[in-house]
């Protein structure tokens, strides 16, 4: 009978020994020999809002890293809003808490521009970190956003517009204003434009609707995809469209001095006071009027 007892408190030893063992080894494993977390399972989210005077700022200048940001323009706007979300993703619900103090939002309004920066810690550990904005600015100001993975907007500015990015998309919508949009990988769309707009891409289409001002440009150039223009029938402006692999098309408009192949268009529309150059390397481009 003692045999048995001794037997039978082996086992429950044994069991217990092998329970702990898998949950020692689960919390370890967690996190891998190097700190990297394993998943992005949990979130720990954040909002924000700050409201700013507007005390002779001309420029509203964003430098992001990962996340989604917004701006709006309204006309004779007295105080900024800035609003939105610090996330951070992990392995579990307390190590994203933990971490969500590494992710700031700064602002700096030491000069004429509005400046607001996201820091993040340089090793990720396999962490996410991500802030979205919304902002409200005058629309006379000036903007340039920067950011590496995410999608920008700009939509009823006057300002002059800089948008760079890596990774995301482009979107900038009834401004009346110079827009410049750089991008790698990701779309270009670019509506409702009065003024002159820059486009350059690697990876992706560029999709626009524009009116030139008098002497104004358009330049769009994407790498591998297409470009699509919409400009009004009474644009005045020299015109040249080309590929190297697609084909260049041009509808609704009239084009004068014209020459045209498959792959290229040249010529004027109007007087020719303004520039259109379009440009593909892998991709067609086209160009129609309404």
């Not at 964003?62 to 800035?82: M, R, Y």
């Not at 962490?127 to 340039?144: L, T």
């Not at 290229?264 to 259109?276: A, D, F, K, P």
Request: proline residues 2%.
């Amino acid at each position: 009978m003692k045999t048995l007892h001794s037997t039978f408190k082996k086992i429950i030893l044994t069991v217990f020994l092998l329970v702990l063992t898998f949950n020692v080894s689960c919390i370890f494993n967690a996190i891998d020999d190097d700190g990297d977390v394993n998943n992005l399972d949990y979130e720990a989210r954040e909002s924000f809002y700050f409201d700013i005077p507007d005390i002779g700022f001309n420029a509203l200048h964003v430098e992001a890293i990962n996340g989604n940001i917004e701006v709006i323009s309204i006309a004779q706007l007295d105080t900024i809003s800035i609003e939105g979300n610090r996330i951070v993703k992990s392995e579990s619900l307390e190590d994203a808490q933990e971490h969500l103090p590494d992710l700031l939002v700064v602002i700096d309004q030491s000069t004429n521009n509005l400046s607001i920066r996201t820091e993040q810690p340089d090793q990720t550990n396999g962490r996410s970190y991500q802030v979205d904005y919304k902002i409200h600015i005058p629309a006379d100001w000036g903007q340039r956003l920067i950011q590496i993975n995410g999608n920008m907007s700009s939509r009823n500015s006057q300002g002059n517009i800089i948008i760079t990015g890596t990774n995301g998309n482009i979107f900038v919508n009834n401004c009346q204003s110079r827009v410049e949009a750089v991008l790698t990988n990701g779309n270009i769309s670019i509506n409702d434009v009065t003024g002159s707009v820059q486009g350059q891409l690697t990876n992706g289409n560029i999709v626009t609707k524009m009116m030139l001002t008098e002497s104004g440009f358009c330049a769009l150039q994407t790498v591998n995809g297409l470009v699509q223009l919409t400009i009004p029938t009474t644009t005045s402006a020299t015109f040249s469209a080309s590929t190297s692999n697609g084909s260049a098309t041009i509808s609704n408009l009239v084009l004068s001095n014209s020459h045209i192949t498959q792959k290229s268009i040249s010529g004027t529309l109007g007087n020719g006071n303004g520039t259109i150059t379009l440009r593909a390397t892998n991709g067609n481009v086209g160009a129609t009027g309404y």
